[in-house]
């Protein structure tokens, strides 16, 4: 027989963010390196005090920033603002990704917005681990979607998303290929790949037919499929 209890604790949403005990452990970790670094050391306090002071919201926030990347990264799930309604959004994407070799198949104006406003997206990387063809790939994305909890299933994130990715995490795509699968006005398919290496980070789109192939070590940039409103 069920307690009170047991149903309540059932109906608890999950925890979010981290928490007090957690914000404690970063910091005590923090502290521990700050007194292993040698380069304090032989400093006066007083010095280190004018350096906090002087430099602390700075420090602060670039290591808020570095935590959220090295975050990000483990878990695979990246948040970021992407905005749809900008002067020649593709365009200025493609500029501000700054890649050493790239090559874009069609026009950037020709390249769908499939989105309206600011919005934060949410992309998943989702790695099959074998070859994937791509007439398979949307059923199996919304398939991994659903077996990870998401009703929806999972979908391909789009042109402007993806480059925004490039954009703020430039070091993913030097790990593996990340791409994605979109349709052009008139219905052909495009491929956009994010790929590169310890010296360059390179950009590729072009036709691909439904019935190539992908290798094992490529990861698709997805989003969550939200259910449509009747």
């Not at 495009?190 to 290496?197: A, R």
């Amino acid at each position: 027989m069920r307690t009170k209890e047991d149903v309540a604790m059932k109906n608890l949403s999950p925890s979010k963010g981290f928490s007090r005990g957690q914000i404690g452990k970063v910091e005590e970790m923090l502290g521990h390196g700050i007194l292993k670094s040698t380069a304090f050391q032989n400093t006066l306090t007083e010095e280190v005090d004018r350096f906090i002071k002087a430099a602390g919201p700075n420090w602060r926030d670039a290591c808020v920033e570095l935590l959220e990347k090295r975050f990000q990264n483990f878990i695979g799930i990246f948040s970021f603002p992407v905005d749809y309604d900008a002067p020649q959004a593709i365009a200025q994407a493609i500029e501000e990704g700054k890649f050493d070799w790239k090559y874009v198949g069609l026009e950037p104006a020709e390249i769908p917005l499939i989105g309206t406003g600011q919005v934060v997206r949410e992309v998943r990387e989702v790695h099959f681990g074998r070859v994937m063809y791509n007439r398979d790939l949307p059923n199996a994305l919304k398939q991994r979607g659903q077996e990870l909890g998401f009703k929806g299933g999972f979908k391909f994130a789009d042109p402007l998303t993806a480059l925004r990715l490039a954009y703020a995490n430039p070091d993913w795509q030097r790990k593996y290929p990340l791409a994605i699968l979109f349709t052009d006005k008139n219905g052909r398919l495009w491929c956009l790949i994010l790929d590169g290496d310890v010296d360059n980070r390179n950009l590729f789109v072009d036709r691909l037919s439904p019935g190539a192939h992908w290798h094992d070590d490529v990861r698709f940039l997805a989003v969550c499929e939200l259910p449509s409103v009747a």
